[in-house]
T-cell receptor
Framework: DAKTTQPNSMESNEEEPVHLPCNHS???????IHWYRQLPSQGPEYVIH???SNVNNRMASLAIAEDRKSSTLILHRATLRDAAVYYC?????????????FGKGTLLTVNP | GAVVSQHPSRVICKSGTSVKIECRSL??????MFWYRQFPKQSLMLMAT?????????EQGVEKDKFLINHASLTLSTLTVTSAHPEDSSFYIC???????????FGPGTRLTVL
């Protein structure tokens, strides 16, 4: 499965936008880009996913580069509850199980 | 989003005993469930994948006789840690998905402490 690269940590201020980058230079044409986040002492939470076009939902936006070698998760107004580890994942779609391989992710700190 | 529950949320047991953890999809039928383990300050590691009615597929290095997985229905999967030892102490997390969705939905996790 394709690998992703994310910064270890990022910091933001409350109510400001946050742009979390992810590089996936070996992505294949059929790989979806998924984002999950994990708050302290909780299970991960699905955030958003996309293939080629930019995607928006109530939690975030996903901007995908034209060559698909990178993407950016955008939190439009960070809150203290957005402090979490954010994982950018390209699921292994071999077979039909869609396995997720979690890397180290980006630890987002939100300052009040 | 869909809801996945885990029970218990926390368990403490003596070395050598077995512990069962339940994972339930509450509002959807899960064709596939996954079990992960997470040690402190580390990322999630996939242990096994189970499809309803089939034997689980274990990741390399995970002992299938030690971590017994049963996925008997479309809403329930169980993980039994047999003959637990202190090194099995960890945060165990399940997730579930259906073939209709690309995303996985995760349970809140179970903290296992083996004394």
């Amino acid at each position: 499965d394709a690998k992703t690269t994310q910064p270890n940590s990022m910091e933001s201020n409350e109510e400001e936008p946050v742009h979390l980058p992810c590089n996936h230079s070996t992505i294949s044409g059929t790989d979806y880009i998924h984002w999950y986040r994990q708050l302290p002492s909780q299970g991960p939470e699905y955030v958003i996913h996309g293939l080629t076009s930019n995607v928006n939902n109530r939690m975030a936006s996903l901007a995908i580069a034209e060559d698909r070698k990178s993407s950016t998760l955008i939190l439009h107004r960070a809150t203290l509850r957005d402090a979490a580890v954010y994982y950018c994942i390209l699921p292994d779609s071999g077979g039909s199980n869609y396995k997720l391989t979690f890397g180290k992710g980006t630890l987002l700190t939100v300052n009040p | 989003g869909a809801v996945v529950s885990q029970h218990p949320s926390r368990v403490i047991c003596k070395s050598g005993t077995s512990v069962k953890i339940e994972c339930r999809s509450l509002d959807f039928q899960a064709t596939t469930m996954f079990w992960y383990r997470q040690f402190p300050k580390q990322s999630l590691m996939l242990m096994a994948t189970s499809n309803e009615g089939s034997k689980a597929t274990y990741e390399q290095g995970v002992e299938k006789d030690k971590f017994l997985i049963n996925h008997a229905s479309l809403t329930l999967s169980t993980l039994t840690v047999t003959s637990a030892h202190p090194e099995d102490s960890s945060f165990y997390i399940c997730s579930a998905r259906t073939f209709l969705w690309d995303e996985q939905f995760f349970g809140p996790g179970t903290r296992l402490t083996v004394l």
